[in-house]
RNA sequence: GGUGUGAUACCCAAGUGGCCUAAGGGGACGGUCUGCAAAACCGUUUUUCAUCGGUUCGAAUCCGAUUCACACCUCCA
């Protein structure tokens, strides 16, 4: 299994800490909104990453977290909290936010086939995992307090921005956003907040340092080495997360244990819009159920998403859209007819196991999906028994996820009610009777039902418009 | 201002020195099949990889310049 990874700017064979045994944790959705498809690309790419992994016999440890908590709306670290803001606008309380946008969360991660990570955790489940770190750093000597906040001191290491390769004094701090005067080091970050601006701030907990709430940039450390140890694998997220999130992760975690923490990072591109970058405050909001709404299906979206490398930027468009959802329309029309017409084969041929291994080779190659799934169409096309390729879909399925096994078979009288039923046989007995016009008119009449009739050599069926 | 990344045929998108006269998908057109369709199958849309120059026996792939686009330096997947 070769990957790409952000910290050596190349790609990798993946060596494990624990042989057989892969360790992964992904950044987490912050809940105060529904997550957008750019968001989603970045879930849906973790997901092809846990599926490899599994693929290639890696017993998986899969962990994400809910940012339930904290996380600013503005610029620098006084803007306000996005759950605070997102409560205050709609009514609510930031606890119902919380609840009600994870399920969201879940609920297009279930429509998306994206397997559910093996732990999930909540930030504001782990505030006193989170002390207990600060603790450490403050014990450390990596930390101060100033105006009320805690600090984490950036020039208490010597290798901060490793990742993002920051060169520290080239970096325009405050270009664009006031420089807190608090800061020692302009690119110093909270771990811990006491000085709300907000009054009546509705998540706080007590503290060493006073009743607060933490820092943005704690929770992921916190957790991942709660549930992960303090070494582990991999370390996912979007490619914004390098220059600040996960920079400062690495700072805080590896100035805790005084050793290295995560081996492979590995980040996901942007998906792009006419406009330029996917984001909730500009140009459509485009989440799963706009696409649901538009009458597309998830995994139109998640087959659009395989079209391309997950380190690429990828544009969406309808148009592109379009092409996914008919590629997969015929994907699932080709393999209607194979069920139909076998079941999958238990030993299949040497031809058949040459297109699967060249399907998991790509996967193994830094997850080359496009070119996985081009071997899932020259296997369709070539000359193969119908067991054989059911045989071989359902294996790459496993990893594509397009739920391609749970097809329906192309059959007769399972599809409509009794009236398409009724109609349809009365089609077939104009059609006998050469009464053509009246064949179409009823054919036009399923149509306007929802239904297309196509006659095979083994008689007409009804096929489900989608 | 600084730092990166990319530009591939009608569209999306792989490919990063010879197996590339560029994978795969989509669309369009023509054909086979069909009462007609739909589906399927066959063929075409491809000596071409932003432009210019260089390196090499050989370049979409390496180097340089130019143009354009995007991202990051700020919460963001």
């Known amino acids: 299994m070769k990957l790409y990874n952000t910290m050596s700017r190349s790609i990798e064979e993946f060596v494990p800490i ?37 693929r290639d016999g890696y017993e998986v440890k ?142 706080m907990w007590d503290s060493p340092w006073g009743r607060g709430y933490p820092g943005w940039h704690i929770e992921c450390s916190a957790m991942s080495m709660k549930y992960l140890g303090e070494h582990f694998d991999i370390h996912c997220g979007g490619i914004d997360a390098i220059p600040v999130h996960h920079t400062n992760e690495i700072a805080q975690s590896e100035a805790a ?40 299906d998830p995994l139109d979206y998640r087959y659009f998403c395989l079209t391309g490398h997950y380190r690429s930027q990828l544009k969406f468009s309808y148009e592109a859209l379009d092409h996914a959802r008919s590629a997969r329309r015929s994907l699932v029309d080709r393999i209607r007819e194979l069920k139909g017409a076998a079941e999958a084969s238990n030993a299949p041929g040497e031809k058949a196991k040459a297109y699967m291994d060249a399907f998991d080779s790509a996967m193994e190659n830094d997850l080359s999906s496009p070119q996985a799934l081009s071997q899932l ?38 599809v409509g009610g009794a009236d398409e039923e009724r109609l349809l046989a009365e089609r077939t007995a104009a059609k006998k009777a050469k009464d053509y016009k009246r064949a179409d008119e009823i054919r036009a009449e399923l149509f306007d039902r929802g239904f297309i009739v196509r006659d095979t050599p083994s008689g007409p069926i009804l096929e489900k418009r989608v």
């Open 257 to 296: 244990t005084g050793h290295t923490w995560v081996n492979y990072w590995c980040h996901g591109e942007f998906l792009l819009n006419d406009t330029g970058k996917m984001s909730k405050s500009s140009g459509e909001f485009l989440t799963l159920s706009v696409l649901k709404d538009k009458g597309y």
């Open 62 to 203: 899969h962990v994400m977290n809910i940012t339930d908590v904290g996380h600013l709306t503005g610029d620098g670290d006084d803007g306000e909290d996005k759950m605070e803001k997102s409560a205050r606008e709609t009514g609510r309380s930031v606890w119902d936010i919380a609840k009600f946008y994870t399920d969201a969360f879940f609920s297009d991660e279930k429509d998306l086939n994206i397997i559910r990570p093996d732990i999930v955790c909540r930030a504001t489940d782990h505030i006193q995992d989170m002390i207990a770190l600060i603790k450490r750093l403050e014990d450390g000597g990596h930390t101060y307090t100033a105006g009320g906040n805690v600090y984490f001191s950036i020039d208490s290491i010597d290798d901060y921005g490793k990742l993002a390769r920051l060169n520290i004094d080239d970096l325009k701090s405050g270009a664009r956003i006031d420089i807190d005067s608090n800061k020692k080091n302009p690119k110093d970050f909270v771990l811990w907040f006491t000085n709300s601006k907000f009054k009546d701030q509705a998540m």
């Open 18 to 54: 624990v042989k057989g045994k892969a360790s992964m944790y992904c950044c987490g959705p912050t809940v105060y909104n529904y997550a957008h498809i750019g968001n989603l690309r970045t879930y849906i790419f973790e997901d092809l990453l846990h599926r490899t992994l599994s």
């Open 377 to 414: 169409w020259l296997m369709l096309k070539d000359d193969l028994p119908a067991s054989d390729k059911l045989a071989a879909i359902y294996h790459m399925d496993g990893i594509l996820g397009l739920r391609l096994e749970a097809i329906e078979p192309a059959a007769a009288g399972d």
